[in-house]
T-cell receptor, first 112, second 109 residues
Framework: DTGVSQNPRHKITKRGQNVTFRCDPISEHNRLYWYRQTLGQGPEFLTYFQNEAQLEKSRLLSDRFSAERPKGSFSTLEIQRTEQGDSAMYLC??????????FGPGTRLTVL | SQQGEEDPQALSIQEGENATMNCSYKTSINNLQWYRQNSGRGLVHLILIRSNEREKHSGRLRVTLDTSKKSSSLLITASRAADTASYFCVTGSNYKLTFGKGTLLTVNP
């Protein structure tokens, strides 16, 4: 399967713990995006990379959130000191620079 | 903030019927996209229509765009049970997509 992959698919954690998610984009895609989706809502943009450079961050991305794409391939999204309000589906997408974005299956985070 | 607003929020039809979903947006756009999300295949791009286009077809999908009214519609003809999903109207630049809340379409066999 050459689509976007995300790991883990599900994560349950206790409030205050740190979590890290990984996204592997489609190999030839230089752009990578993170979105967050809560129940009943559409995905909301979090951040965007072109190669290894993080070019835009949403105001939704508080100081507890950090994303990296160190070699311009896979990306990680870390949430420190998780809160119950962080419970959501975290979606990663990639694109070759076109308008169409290719989404992964998401990581569902539950903070107890 | 979410730019597009889909209407209706939920739609239930019988297999074989047509489904129409509408979207209204607030600011000027270069293009508008429709995405579908279901538990099986996740979030998938369906079709893009540019601001200088009025209508576009792709298989059983027909999209219209009226920039003067800031609205778009998605028509799915001859619906199938597999079309059951949430459909999102998406605006934004090519790096930052802005999704509406979606229309939940249920196609009953």
């Amino acid at each position: 399967d050459t689509g976007v992959s995300q790991n883990p698919r599900h994560k349950i954690t206790k409030r205050g713990q740190n979590v890290t998610f990984r996204c592997d984009p489609i190999s030839e895609h230089n752009r990578l995006y993170w979105y967050r989706q809560t129940l009943g809502q559409g995905p909301e943009f979090l951040t965007y990379f072109q190669n290894e450079a993080q070019l835009e961050k949403s105001r939704l991305l508080s100081d507890r959130f950090s994303a990296e794409r160190p070699k311009g391939s896979f990306s990680t999204l870390e949430i420190q000191r998780t809160e119950q309000g962080d419970s959501a589906m975290y979606l990663c997408a990639s694109s070759p620079g076109s308008n169409e974005q290719f989404f992964g299956p998401g990581t569902r985070l539950t903070v107890l | 903030s979410q730019q597009g607003e889909e209407d209706p929020q939920a739609l239930s039809i019988q297999e074989g019927e047509n489904a129409t979903m509408n979207c209204s947006y607030k600011t000027s756009i270069n293009n508008l996209q429709w995405y579908r999300q279901n538990s099986g295949r996740g979030l998938v791009h369906l079709i893009l229509i540019r601001s200088n286009e009025r209508e576009k077809h792709s298989g059983r999908l027909r999209v219209t765009l009226d920039t003067s009214k800031k609205s778009s519609s998605l028509l799915i003809t001859a619906s199938r049970a597999a079309d059951t999903a949430s459909y999102f109207c998406v605006t934004g630049s090519n790096y930052k997509l802005t999704f509406g809340k979606g229309t939940l379409l249920t196609v009953n066999p």
